[in-house]
């Protein structure tokens, strides 16, 4: 049970973070665009989409699988730095997302008022925010 749930948390946070890099990115040339124009409404189509049917169910189930992971460890992993750490980092790409979710609001109700250089810009957190996850799962420093 353990392996299923390990290969099902990576499979979700892989899900995941394709989209939280990809979603900024669509930002940025949907920031180019003029209101009210078949690609401007085209790139709001694809935004809904990555996010409803993509983003939101895997970050859902990395949730999930990870909650369950860690109550399978429960003796082993849940106090932690590793742990902590990553789960902290976790909640930060989880507010992101909630600000990505934000920000195609904006973009639907014709209210984006950031510039595509800001969009290139936060296109680099989720990379960054990975890049430490992932150090953290393979060392699992500790005090």
């Known amino acids: 049970m353990y392996l299923f749930l390990k290969s099902a948390h990576i499979i979700s946070f892989v899900a995941w973070m394709a989209g939280l890099l990809y979603l900024p990115r669509l930002f940025v040339y949907h920031s180019e665009e003029n209101f009210n124009t078949k690609i401007y409404k085209k790139f709001s189509l694809m935004e809904k989409r990555l996010l409803k049917l993509i ?3 895997a970050m859902i189930s990395t949730w999930i699988f990870g909650i369950a992971l860690a109550f399978y460890n429960l003796n082993s992993n849940i ?3 590793w742990f902590i750490l990553k789960l902290i980092l976790v909640i930060i790409l989880s507010a ?3 600000f990505l979710s934000i920000c195609r609001k904006n973009f639907i109700n014709n209210s984006n008022t950031k510039s595509s250089f800001f969009y ?17 799962v393979v060392f699992k420093p500790t005090l």
């Open 55 to 57: 983003m939101n169910p």
């Open 79 to 81: 106090f932690s730095l």
């Open 96 to 98: 992101f997302h909630g």
């Open 120 to 136: 290139r810009i936060i296109n680099e957190i989720p990379t960054v925010i990975l890049i430490f996850v992932v150090l953290l």
